[in-house]
T-cell receptor
């Protein structure tokens, strides 16, 4: 089945760009998602990308998808302290319209 | 705005107790989910329901059961709580259908089993 992997921790300085990486195993995954979890809260959808796209931009967020390498990244421009959170990558397998396979989450720490 | 609420933010129970975690959503979503979240393991699906009284096992259903008697409410039951069920439990809901489907999450219940 699908497996999604992320590095566990990233630390950046305020104002720098952050890049959070994710790899997945199932090349037939139709949609790939980024969720954000702030301390003490549930997950919120940040953005998603359809598998036939290479890039999607939404204000400070840029998602890049390399389908050949099964690699997804989330770039946050001008990172702020309010961006400190856990970021989860998730994949939607082709054989399931409802199921999401989540990575382990990357904890982003933004230093002032 | 979609709202998913969970009955408790924090819960402390003893080994062997029966535990009920409740989740309610207000957007008439067909699908509801229970996950557990553990550090370094991400979210793992326990059970899923796609309609009233309908359920499917997720990746880690052992030791858990669920109930969905009304569309808006999905309950997770620990029949006999054990210490290895100490975790954060997250409920989510979504609509059915093709395309990108957003799951909306509740704030979570942190369960400690002593």
């Amino acid at each position: 089945g699908e497996d999604v992997e992320q590095s566990l921790f990233l630390s950046v300085r305020e104002g720098d760009s952050s890049v959070i990486n994710c790899t997945y195993t199932d090349s037939s995954s139709t949609y790939l998602y980024w969720y954000k979890q702030e301390p003490g809260a549930g997950l919120q959808l940040l953005t998603y990308i359809f598998s036939n796209m290479d890039m999607k931009q939404d204000q400070r967020l840029t998602v890049l998808l390399n389908k050949k390498d099964k690699h997804l990244s989330l770039r946050i421009a001008d990172t702020q302290t309010g961006d400190s959170a856990i970021y989860f990558c998730a994949a939607s397998p082709m054989d399931s319209s409802y199921k999401l396979i989540f990575g382990s989450g990357t904890r982003l720490l933004v230093r002032p | 705005d979609v709202k998913v609420t969970q009955s408790s933010r924090y819960l402390v129970k003893r080994t062997g107790e029966k535990v009920f975690l409740e989740c309610v959503q207000d957007m008439d979503h067909e699908n509801m989910f229970w996950y557990r979240q553990d550090p370094g393991l991400g979210l793992r699906l326990i059970y899923f329901s796609y309609d009233v009284k309908m359920k499917e096992k997720g990746d880690i259903p052992e030791g858990y059961s669920v109930s969905r008697e009304k569309k808006e409410r999905f309950s997770l039951i620990l029949e006999s709580a054990s210490t290895n069920q100490t975790s954060m439990y997250l409920c989510a809901s979504s609509v059915s259908g093709g395309g990108a489907v957003t799951q909306y999450f509740g704030p979570g219940t942190r369960l400690t089993v002593l």
